[in-house]
């Protein structure tokens, strides 16, 4: 687990999720903190879309057990196809948001997710990477 709170081992994608922390931080700053999930959703997307990044929401993926498809999955965001973006209004995040991200990322097959928390007036996110040797956490609290 890296526990330097400011970046990942690799350095993965690591310009498009700093565009995309900057991103949540404007929103909050313009909409303040505590309202429901979906309105800051969709401000990160208009966001987004402002610094031209390439936005796919709520893209469905099938969930397969045993080579049967038993539900799917759709997260909020996807950002450049390259990041998934929770957002989340809860009183802090927790493992409970962190094996969902991890869920998330071997769902998509992508390996950079990030969980943004607008309950606070300070925002809180964390970046979680898959890896080869199953999963490096990288958490990353701003406050």
């Given at each position: 687990?890296?526990?330097?709170?400011?970046?990942?081992?690799?350095?993965?994608?690591?310009?498009?999720?700093?565009?995309?922390?900057?991103?949540?931080?404007?929103?909050?700053?313009?909409?303040?903190?505590?309202?429901?999930?979906?309105?800051?959703?969709?401000?990160?997307?208009?966001?987004?879309?402002?610094?031209?990044?390439?936005?796919?929401?709520?893209?469905?993926?099938?969930?397969?057990?045993?080579?049967?498809?038993?539900?799917?999955?759709?997260?909020?965001?996807?950002?450049?196809?390259s990041?998934?973006?929770?957002?989340?209004?809860?009183?802090?995040?927790?493992?409970?948001?962190?094996?969902?991200?991890?869920?998330?990322?071997?769902?998509?097959?992508?390996?950079?997710?990030?969980?943004?928390?607008?309950?606070?007036?300070?925002l809180?996110?964390e970046?979680?990477?898959?890896?080869?040797?199953?999963?490096?956490?990288?958490?990353?609290?701003?406050?």
């Open positions: 687990m890296d526990t330097d709170k400011h970046r990942f081992n690799d350095g993965e994608h690591k310009e498009l999720t700093h565009l995309i922390i900057g991103c949540a931080f404007e929103v909050l700053n313009e909409m303040g903190h505590g309202l429901h999930e979906k309105p800051y959703e969709r401000a990160m997307i208009v966001e987004l879309r402002l610094k031209e990044a390439a936005i796919d929401q709520q893209r469905k993926f099938d969930l397969i057990y045993k080579g049967f498809t038993v539900g799917e999955f759709i997260p909020d965001l996807i950002v450049d196809n990041v998934v973006v929770d957002t989340t209004v809860i009183d802090r995040i927790t493992n409970h948001e962190r094996g969902q991200m991890l869920n998330y990322l071997r769902i998509t097959k992508l390996r950079v997710g990030l969980i943004i928390n607008f309950y606070k007036p300070k809180e996110w970046r979680v990477m898959l890896t080869l040797s199953y999963l490096c956490l990288s958490v990353s609290i701003c406050g």
